[in-house]
């Protein structure tokens, strides 16, 4: 079974390493959001990228998701003590890895060229690659303007009322060397429980994308779970934009690329709005805090393709 997996930070990246258990190298490949990207310090800086690459790595910070764990902090004391901009918060090992792809960067090298060359050092076997080389960076209007999207997300803690989304630059951004090609060599295409407005729909919204991924069997996993998120503002957004956040309507989000949807035992209820949507679904435990967690929901939704292939989904 190849799989091609679409994620953003956190949670998507959860899913990607029960999958990564499951599939070797040369059948799954990462695409990964890169809408959350910004300059900061002067510096290029990747929030989902290296969330997944640090999951995968096993360097993750257990605790936030984000960042690497057996951090240090003296360069973020000093900038403070210096007057700098603390609110983003870079550790001395996390602040490596974005010296070098600015650095890289500057070279002239593709972004996918530098995520390849930081997984091959960190020991990253999996395939990762931006959704997009061309940067697509997500703005958030809000009752109070139009945000970036760490201003709003970290410095302002995701508090301001969205109204909508902004992906710019994605009318021109092209799907970055081999994105194309893994959606269309993949068995089936999978919708990790990533944020769907800022996080997934950033990478659907690169011209071509869609499509490809239309013509493969796609199954995705609920980012809502019981009315909320697992984590972050994806339920508070569906509110904000006058949507009641339920697993059926993260499941209607994706309407017209979906065939089957993972929700979680509490969400039971929402089984039949989910089918009128004519989606097939998978009820289980879909939280994910331990690593075996991850491998059981991966394992359960990889028999489950199987099994739904043979009844030649398409
Ligand atoms: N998220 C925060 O809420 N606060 C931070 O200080 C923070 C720092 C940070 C540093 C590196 C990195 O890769 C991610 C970081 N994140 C932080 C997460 C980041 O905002 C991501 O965009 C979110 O996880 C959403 O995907």
Excluded at 28 to 36: A, K, Q, R
Excluded at 164 to 187: H, K, N
Excluded at 297 to 306: F, G, K, T, V
């Amino acid at each position: 079974m190849k799989i091609a997996a679409l994620a953003g930070g956190v949670g998507g990246a959860k899913l990607v390493q029960g999958l990564a258990d499951h599939l070797g190298p040369d059948r799954l490949t990462v695409i990964v959001n890169v809408g959350d990207d910004f300059d900061h310090l002067g510096l290029r800086i990747c929030p989902d990228l290296d969330t997944v690459m640090y999951t995968l790595a096993g360097l993750a910070n257990p605790v936030t998701g984000w960042g690497r764990a057996d951090e240090t902090w003296a360069f973020l004391e000093t900038l403070e003590a210096l007057g700098g901009p603390t609110w983003f918060r870079l550790g001395d090992r996390d602040l490596a890895l974005h010296v070098e792809r600015t650095r890289r960067l500057r070279e002239g090298a593709r972004l996918s060229q530098v995520v390849e060359q930081a997984c091959l050092r960190l020991g990253v076997q999996h395939r990762i690659l931006p959704a997009s080389d061309d940067p697509i960076p997500t703005l958030v209007e809000t009752a109070e303007g139009w945000l970036n999207f760490q201003e709003y997300f970290v410095a302002r803690r995701c508090e301001p009322e969205v109204r909508g989304f902004r992906f710019s630059g994605a009318e021109q951004a092209t799907p970055a060397p081999g994105v194309l090609e893994a959606i269309e060599a993949a068995d089936s295409v999978v919708l990790c429980p990533s944020n769907p407005w800022v996080s997934l729909d950033p990478i659907l919204a690169i011209p071509g994308l869609r499509d490809a991924i239309r013509a493969r069997p796609v199954v995705g996993v609920s980012p809502i779970v019981g009315g909320e998120a697992v984590k972050g503002p994806a339920a508070k957004m569906f509110r904000e934009l006058g949507i009641r956040p339920t697993a059926a309507a993260a499941a209607a989000h994706y309407a017209g690329l979906l065939q089957l949807w993972i929700i979680d035992d509490q969400d039971d209820r929402h089984r039949k709005d989910i089918e009128s949507l004519g989606l097939r679904v998978w009820v289980t435990n879909t939280l994910m805090p331990t690593y075996d967690d991850r491998r059981r929901l991966a394992a359960e939704l990889l028999a489950w393709l199987e099994r739904e292939m043979v009844m030649d989904l398409k």
